[in-house]
């Protein structure tokens, strides 16, 4: 079975940290770009970032720039999000997902993990 | 940033209505266009990829058109189970964007 399970998830202090993973299983791991989306309380979807099949290349939202970092380990089948300075805005429910890569496929998000909250308070 | 807007924000429908919901990208984005159903709790679920290709295992009722910055989602006859949050994506320019959602309520 195709899956992704994420983990790592808690309560932190502003300007605190944490980092979350994604296991990875059911497929190729090494063949897919994969992405971080996130979701406030009660609001929509919001893309934070992506990472090549290799971890060439990776991207991110401005508003996480310089405080997160994404990588992955492809032995390891496993996705990571680094997140550091966190803010009171980072309270989030956190997904990790499967990019389908090309022009015919639309760069769609076709598998998704269950999510991990993560909350940032004093 | 591509600006993603969907309309209508929220909708009330019954069992065996057809439903629209339509989304413009502020530009272009070609085929690039991907649309998601989430339910309370859950996590998103691919629908539709690169404006009308249907993912497996999603019900032939969804179906996605459009082209270049104006696109649409119709559910041709609602079921119990299609009550929930759409929102549709662009993957042709970084951040990838979505769109604020659309709520299908009873």
């Known amino acids: 079975e195709v899956q992704l399970v994420e983990s790592g998830g808690g309560l932190v202090q502003p300007g605190g940290s944490l980092r979350l993973s994604c296991a990875a299983s059911?497929?190729?791991?090494?063949?897919?770009?994969m992405i971080w989306v996130r979701q406030a309380p009660g609001k929509g979807l919001e893309w934070m970032a992506n990472?090549?099949?290799?971890?060439?290349?990776?991207y991110y939202v401005d508003s996480v720039k310089g405080r997160f970092t994404i990588s992955r380990d492809n032995a390891e089948n496993s996705l990571s999000l680094q997140m550091n300075s966190l803010r009171a805005e980072d309270t989030a429910v956190y997904y990790c997902?499967?990019?389908?890569?090309?022009?015919?496929?639309?760069?769609?998000?076709?598998?998704w993990g269950q999510g991990t909250m993560v909350t940032v308070s004093s | 940033d591509t600006q993603m807007t969907q309309s209508p924000s929220s909708l009330s429908a019954s069992v065996g209505d057809r439903v629209t919901i339509t989304c413009r990208a502020s530009?272009?984005?070609?085929?690039?266009l991907n649309w998601y159903q989430q339910k309370p709790g859950k996590a998103p679920k691919l629908l539709i990829y690169a404006v009308s290709s249907l993912q497996s295992g999603v019900p032939s009722r969804f179906s996605g058109s459009g082209s270049g910055t104006d696109f649409t989602l119709t559910i041709s006859s609602l079921q119990p189970e299609d009550f929930a949050t759409y929102y549709c994506?662009?993957?042709?320019?970084?951040?990838?964007?979505f769109g604020q959602g659309t709520k299908v309520e009873v």
């Open positions: 994506q662009q993957s042709k320019f970084t951040p990838q964007t």
């Open positions: 530009h272009s984005i070609t085929t690039y």
């Open positions: 997902a499967r990019l389908l890569s090309g022009y015919s496929y639309g760069d769609a998000f076709d598998i």
């Open positions: 990472i090549k099949e290799d971890g060439t290349e990776k």
């Open positions: 059911g497929f190729t791991f090494s063949n897919y770009w």
